[in-house]
């Protein structure tokens, strides 16, 4: 393992690049950055981040992650594990900045007006997103963006287990009714256009 | 149990698109481990000097010299005694100079810095 050449790093599969971080090969992580990087951020502007606060926290998060590279045995996806760690990154921030308790705070009447999912308009995950509260948008995000169960989810934000179930149920609802409407829209999640 | 809509939920959240700076966010990655690498270096480099330099001149200051000085005249007599015995006895009063003193000294500052080095190093 150490000794491969940086080059060769791209051809590897991700639990080999662990190894090879593991053993202090800060290119090998790099490649890891690369390769889910994006998918981080993203996880983190749907949670409600800002781009470059997404930025941020999802740096801390991979450099969080090859600190604590040999707790990751491979057992899930390399990417679900980095997104639960930046998950977690951008609730303590949230609960630092006090933002945190506002959310909880919040109730799930908040209503943003987006267009309605139609045929004419195809609508992305992003968009149809909006139209949730910040609160139904993080518990969603958390629970299925994160990969984090009810009870995680509600533990990591400390609220109640049913306010969380009932914020990622209302989301649910608003999304089905935007992503999968009853007749002709298309679900269409945004792929490759930046 | 997960719907079909949640599934498909699921997978929307998995499939985020390639953003076009995600070569720039590795490298700011990279370059932020390589910082607290050199950084860890430097403190641990830093940390031994001091470690070192305080150990030596705790040794010079604590009557080490004269305590040397008094083992010396002992050295002399027993190489003076063992010159009778062997005549390679060269060595021990090479060291029983003053040279032999900061030979130790160094060799004190040296293995200080090492210990300490190890002991920040696993902190």
């Known amino acids: 393992m150490p000794g491969t050449k940086p080059s060769s790093f791209a051809s590897l599969h991700d639990v080999e690049l662990c190894s090879h971080a593991a053993a202090g090969e800060g290119r090998a992580f790099g490649e890891l950055a690369r390769r889910h990087g994006s998918a981080v951020r993203y996880l983190l502007r749907r949670m ?7 930025d941020d926290v999802a740096q801390d998060a991979f450099l969080t992650a090859f600190q604590r590279i040999t707790e990751f045995r491979g057992e ?10 930046a998950a977690r990154h951008y609730l303590r921030r949230l609960q630092r900045d006090r933002r945190l308790s506002e959310l909880a705070a919040e109730g799930g009447e908040e209503e943003i007006e987006i267009a309605a999912g139609d045929a004419d308009h195809r609508i992305d995950l992003d968009e149809a997103l909006k139209a949730l509260s910040k609160a139904e948008r993080l518990c969603v995000s958390l629970c299925f963006g994160a990969g984090l169960s009810h009870g995680e989810a509600a533990e990591a934000l400390n609220l109640p287990l049913g306010t969380v179930k009932s914020h990622v149920k209302r989301g649910l609802d608003k999304l089905r009714a935007r992503l999968a409407p009853t007749e002709g829209a298309v679900l269409e999640g945004r792929r490759g256009n930046g | 149990m997960a719907d079909d809509f949640e599934r498909r939920l699921e997978r ?3 499939e985020a698109p390639e953003l076009p700076d995600c070569a720039a966010f590795a490298q700011g990655v990279e370059r932020k481990l ?5 950084t860890r270096r430097w403190l641990i480099g830093c940390a031994g000097v001091t470690g070192g330099v305080v150990g030596a001149s705790q040794l010079v200051y604590s009557n080490l010299y004269q305590r040397i000085e008094t083992a010396e005249d002992s050295a002399r007599a027993l190489s003076a005694g063992l010159s009778q015995v062997a005549p390679s006895a060269e060595m021990v009063s090479a060291l029983s100079g003053g040279f032999g003193v900061w030979v130790a000294v160094g060799l ?16």
């Open chain 1, 48 to 54: 409600g981040a800002q781009a470059a606060e997404a």
């Open chain 1, 76 to 85: 899930g996806t390399f990417a679900a594990w980095v997104k639960r760690i």
């Open chain 2, 12 to 14: 929307l959240f998995s």
């Open chain 2, 34 to 38: 390589n910082r607290g690498w050199q």
């Open chain 2, 108 to 123: 004190a500052v040296l293995l200080l810095g090492f210990a300490l080095s190890r002991v920040i190093e696993e902190i």
